[in-house]
């Protein structure tokens, strides 16, 4: 009998935070030398060589500050660099990639990790552990509500301020971010000082999730995907409306230990999520499972009829097409399998 991600409690002790805060495992091997740019794509050449340059700035800071009155040695200021582009044209390679470049200590998180963890720990807390890093990346930088923006804008400020580097990858350029969601001046006011933090990089090209792949699978019928789930030692099978149920008593932080070792995740009666925090939810679980490159096989409506027309139309656009991007990625490998 498969197991359920269902009767999955897991906990993640609040100083384990910031150590797990590294690449996803595909990208444990990447390096500049082996993100191939697409010739046709000139901005992607460009930018590898703008990340070599900024890892080598990153050194240098770590290396020593400035020297200020007196030969006294004066703290630098951390670099900032900002990946801007489509989904699937290998910003995440090249974050990685920096990330594998600079010195330790060094953290390496998406923009929801980085919120949970300044929500765990404390933002003074949060402050003090990062402070003494070489550099912060941020994957999938994208504002949600004004609170975020504060909360981030102020730890970013601090953190550049103490010597810390921060690089970023992201769908919508610093000083769009948020736009079209929220017009109260404290939020533009925020938007501008993150802008000003990051020198922006275009990175440019389709998406690779979708290069020569066909559209999404059909589902398979219930008796086909019990069948399947059973030949796989160690994957589980849950139903949709009971996954989704229990995702809302786990705080997101807890997503990437509950499908620890899970070799392929099965669904059964999958339709679309007419709740915005049902869906929210399952983007962050999406994003945990493509991390993990942890196949994905359901029942039910396809993996792309998950969010309604009504949400792909809203403020979550970006994070919701994502998502589905990188579900038909895993539902294609199953397949494949």
């Not at 359920?4 to 590294?22: E, F, H, W």
């Not at 402050?127 to 609170?147: A, R, T």
């Not at 301020?161 to 690089?167: D, E, K, N």
């Not at 990175?203 to 792949?213: F, K, Q, T």
Request: hydrophobic share 40%.
């Amino acid at each position: 009998m498969p197991e359920r991600l269902v009767d999955r409690s897991p906990v993640v002790l609040a100083d384990q935070l910031i150590a797990q805060m590294v690449p996803p495992a595909m990208f444990n091997d990447v390096s500049f030398g082996s993100y191939i740019p697409d010739p046709d794509e000139p901005s992607q050449a460009a930018a590898v060589r703008k990340a070599e340059e900024f890892a080598g700035k990153v050194a240098k800071i770590r290396a020593g500050g400035r020297r200020g009155l007196f030969g006294k040695k004066a703290q630098a200021s951390g670099a900032g660099l900002y990946l801007d582009g489509g989904f699937g044209v290998g910003k995440t390679h090249l974050l990685a990639s920096i990330f594998h470049s600079v010195p330790s200590p060094k953290a390496f998180g998406t923009f929801v990790e980085l919120t949970h963890v300044v929500g765990a720990l404390g933002f003074n807390n949060a402050v003090e552990q990062l402070s003494g890093h070489s550099v912060l990346c941020i994957d999938e930088f994208e504002l949600d509500d004004p609170g975020d923006t504060m909360l981030v804008s102020r730890l970013l400020t601090e953190l550049s301020a103490r010597g810390v580097s921060i690089v970023a990858t992201s769908n919508t350029l610093p000083g769009q971010l948020g736009e079209g969601r929220f017009a109260a001046q404290d939020f533009l006011r925020e938007i501008k000082k993150l802008g000003s933090i990051f020198e922006t990089i275009r990175v440019d090209g389709p998406d690779y999730r979708h290069r020569d792949l066909p559209p999404a699978p059909e589902p398979i019928s219930e008796e086909s995907l019990v069948e399947r789930a059973e030949e796989i030692p160690g994957a589980t099978l849950d139903n949709f409306d009971e996954l989704c149920a229990h995702l809302s008593t786990l705080h997101p932080s807890r997503y990437n230990k509950l499908i620890a070792d899970v070799p392929a995740v099965f669904v059964s009666g999958v339709h679309a999520a007419t709740d915005q925090s049902v869906a929210l939810r399952l983007v962050v679980l999406a994003d945990r499972l493509y991390d993990a490159n942890i196949p994905v096989t359901v029942s039910g409506a396809k993996l792309d009829e998950i969010f309604t027309p009504e949400m792909l139309a809203g403020g979550y656009r970006k994070k919701y097409l994502r998502a589905t991007s990188r579900l038909l990625a895993l539902s294609r490998f199953e397949v494949a399998a």
